[in-house]
């Protein structure tokens, strides 16, 4: 696994930890403003943590890293194959393919 997929998933389970005491209101606080401040912050930042992690590819296992770095090379290629980014493209059939045919 990545750093990245470790980040969020530690944010999501302790982000979901929070949202179950603020909901059982076992974290209260003695005011009332400070309870709905405490729950709508809760729920704003669950809703984020849950909107990156949805966004984010997580690599839980080998075959998906390698899937992952697959579609990030398949990317770079159509880049340089529409001329954004300067690099060799050698996965698509070029014009001068029998160039180097006596190798």
């Known amino acids: 696994m990545n750093k990245g997929t470790v980040i969020r998933t530690i ?6 930890i929070n949202t179950a005491l603020a909901v059982t209101d076992v974290t209260s606080f003695e005011s009332d403003t400070l309870n709905l401040i405490y729950k709508i ?3 704003v930042v669950n809703f984020i943590v849950v909107a990156i992690n949805t ?3 997580n690599d839980y296992t080998e075959e998906a890293c ?3 770095g697959y579609t990030r090379l398949l990317k770079e290629q159509k880049k340089i194959q529409n001329g954004e980014m300067i690099g060799e493209d050698f996965f698509s059939e ?3 393919d029998d160039e180097h ?3």
């Open 41 to 43: 912050a809760s729920m």
């Open 66 to 68: 390698i899937g992952t």
């Open 11 to 16: 944010l999501a389970i302790a982000v979901s």
């Open 55 to 57: 966004y984010y590819n």
């Open 94 to 96: 070029g014009d001068n």
């Open 101 to 103: 045919e006596d190798i």
